[in-house]
């Protein structure tokens, strides 16, 4: 059973345009809500993370949005750009475990 | 400040081989962890090693083990490779756990199963 959802599997931008990646859990011990930005290539690499107290949190143009009630959280990517070309996975963990990944969103701004 | 190394790149093995994977966590990161990366399933967790103990244990056969050494040095090992075990493999490290500090992802090792 897959503990996280992840939606949609690819997106296609125009450039400045705000794509929204969105994720659904369901063990409500989770505590850590990360996302990961990942370029062919490389490794992924910590984009932004946020904790249950608050339900929003901006750095730069990449903002989560999370909703805790619904058990879900997105990722808004601000004024986008062909470099923001990637994969993008969420994730949940809580105390003591490992993260757990989405499957992953591809996504592509044309410019 | 060195990233996460991962050694080797690139591997080609055939079926039925073993294989061992070495990576280099950054200095001073105590946790590393280990995943599997294939299109079809993502990026899926093996193991976590923290202080050479393994911590935490994803839902893999028993081919795939590892071990971390006192410099915090991690390796694993598939036996017996099955065409299955072709998949991009990722170490990460983190200065104590993955979900209060953030975790840095090597380049991966792509292995290929013949």
């Known amino acids: 059973q897959q503990q996280v959802k992840q939606s949609p599997q690819s997106l296609i931008v125009q450039k400045g345009g705000i794509p929204i990646i969105n994720c659904a859990y369901e063990?409500?011990?989770?505590?850590?809500f990360p996302w990961y930005q990942q370029f062919p290539g490389k490794g992924p690499a910590l984009l932004i993370a946020?904790?249950?107290?608050?339900s929003e949190k901006k750095e730069g143009r990449f903002t989560i949005s999370f909703n805790k009630s619904a058990k879900q959280f997105s990722l808004h990517i601000m004024d986008s750009q062909p470099g923001d070309s990637a994969t993008y996975f969420c994730?949940?963990?809580?105390?003591?475990?490992?993260?757990?990944f989405g499957k992953g969103t591809t996504l592509s701004v044309s410019s | 400040k060195a990233g996460v190394t991962q050694t080797p790149r690139y591997l080609i093995k055939t079926r039925g081989q073993q294989v061992t994977l070495s990576c280099s966590p950054i200095s001073g990161h105590r946790s590393v962890s280990w995943y599997q990366q294939t299109p079809g399933q993502g990026l899926q967790f093996l193991f976590e090693?923290?202080?050479?103990?393994?911590?935490n244990k994803g839902n893999f056969p028993g081919r795939f083990s590892g071990r971390q050494f006192s410099n915090s040095r991690s390796e694993m090992n598939v036996s017996t490779l099955e065409l299955g075990d072709s998949a991009l493999y990722l170490c990460a490290s983190s200065f104590l756990a993955p979900d209060t500090d953030t975790q840095y992802f090597g380049p991966g090792t792509r292995l290929t199963v013949l």
């Open positions: 946020i904790r249950p107290d608050v």
């Open positions: 994730a949940v963990a809580s105390a003591g475990t490992a993260l757990i």
């Open positions: 063990n409500t011990a989770f505590d850590y």
């Open positions: 090693y923290f202080s050479e103990t393994q911590r």
